[in-house]
């Protein structure tokens, strides 16, 4: 059954019919730029306005073996920003030299022979807070207790079809959602307060 968490309501397509995402070639904009997420394959808006952080945060301390409820961890990314993950991100997994993280704040893997592994996967994957994205539901996740995991790669799919991100939300594991650049485009939105210019 897919996992309807994430979408909160219908994505806004962009069209004359509906309410479009402003491209930032449309207007110039006179306060920094904040960005809006859509699907690049039917332009659906993915979030809302988003402003980027520096670098991805370290993952918030979370004793989730100690939980009354199993559930997600606390966010990564605060609701509102988003940051591009520049380390590899999800599958492939390789056998390493030694152990470390199979992904940023992922923790240690091993295969079957007891081989530590470490991500081969794209870089550049724009980490935000999965509460802040909208039309999503989940499809081959990999198996958790509780979540999805960004094991078996690409587990978010738009309402049209398309697969856009990795959901990463089982209770022992960062709460991160993973956009894909290869799936999604960036669109300017001005920040609140800022003004339009002709």
């Known amino acids: 059954m897919e996992d309807q968490r ?3 309501g219908a994505s806004v397509q962009l069209g004359s019919e509906q309410a479009a995402v402003p491209d930032a070639t449309m207007v110039g904009w006179t306060a920094p730029e904040m960005t809006v997420f859509a699907c690049a394959a039917c332009g659906a808006a993915l979030t809302g306005p988003l402003k980027r952080l520096s670098a991805v945060p370290e993952a918030p301390d979370y004793a989730w073996w100690e ?11 605060p609701s509102g920003c988003y940051a591009i993950e520049t ?39 724009i980490v935000m ?39 990463c939300s089982d209770c022992c594991l960062p709460y991160e959602l993973h956009l894909s650049p290869d799936h999604v485009r960036a669109l300017s939105f001005p920040s609140p307060g800022s003004n339009l210019t002709e």
């Open 6 to 8: 994430h979408q909160d």
């Open 67 to 77: 939980a009354e409820e199993m559930g997600p961890s606390p966010a990564t990314v």
């Open 87 to 125: 380390e590899p991100y999800g599958p492939p997994l390789v056998v390493a030299e030694a152990p470390g993280p199979v992904m940023p704040r992922h923790g240690t893997h091993y295969n079957l022979d007891g081989q530590p592994l470490v991500s081969q996967g794209p870089r550049g994957n």
């Open 129 to 167: 807070n999965p509460d802040d994205c909208r039309g999503l539901t989940t499809r081959h996740a990999s198996a958790a207790c509780c979540g999805a995991t960004p094991d078996g790669g690409l587990n978010q799919v738009c309402a049209c079809g398309t697969l856009v991100a990795t959901l």
